[in-house]
């Protein structure tokens, strides 16, 4: 399984200082057995047919920060998973955390000119500035085009697609 070393990558984009973009919206609650905080979804727009793969990586307070997928069950960190469909995650933190929270969501398109010129890719960094305002951003890498929107019902969406 593809698995690149993005945490110092994501690391290095926080302290750079990029321009966090802020949603105030909250996200949608998701009732699993681990009570996640909020919900997102995982969308691939891409219309070429593509092999994605995603990973979750928690930057900051790492034993404190837990994902699900919708149906309950934990979801490994660092770890490149395959994804075909929309897909629902749920985090959650810890009491003791605080909103020094900042974790990633990295996703890669697997093709096969990527020697010549590199997978599309792109890292989806999340922090809070305080309850309910969100700090976001996306950066993209080789012609991915990634991006953050809301779906109709207010729910945060990653969505992916190259240029």
């Avoid at 979804?41 to 995603?54: E, K, L």
């Avoid at 699900?68 to 469909?85: C, V």
């Avoid at 810890?94 to 969501?105: R, W």
Wanted: proline letters at 7%.
């Amino acid at each position: 399984m593809f698995t690149p070393h993005l945490r110092p990558l994501a690391s290095c984009l926080v302290a750079a200082g990029l321009g966090l973009v802020g949603h105030a919206q909250a996200d949608t609650p998701l009732a699993s057995a681990l009570d996640p905080h909020t919900t997102r979804t995982i969308h691939v727009r891409d219309a070429r047919p593509s092999t994605w793969q995603f990973a979750i990586h928690p930057i900051t307070e790492r034993d404190r920060l837990h994902f699900s997928a919708q149906e309950g069950s934990p979801l490994p960190t660092d770890t490149f998973m395959a994804i075909e469909e929309d897909f629902r995650y749920g985090f959650s933190f810890d009491p003791g955390a605080d909103f020094d929270i900042v974790y990633a969501v990295s996703a890669v398109r697997r093709e096969s000119s990527a020697a010549t010129r590199g997978n599309p890719k792109c890292v989806f960094l999340f922090s809070g500035l305080r309850p309910a305002v969100a700090q976001n951003q996306v950066v993209n890498f080789a012609g991915a085009a990634c991006s953050l929107e809301r779906d109709a019902e207010g729910r945060l969406l990653l969505v992916l697609d190259r240029a």
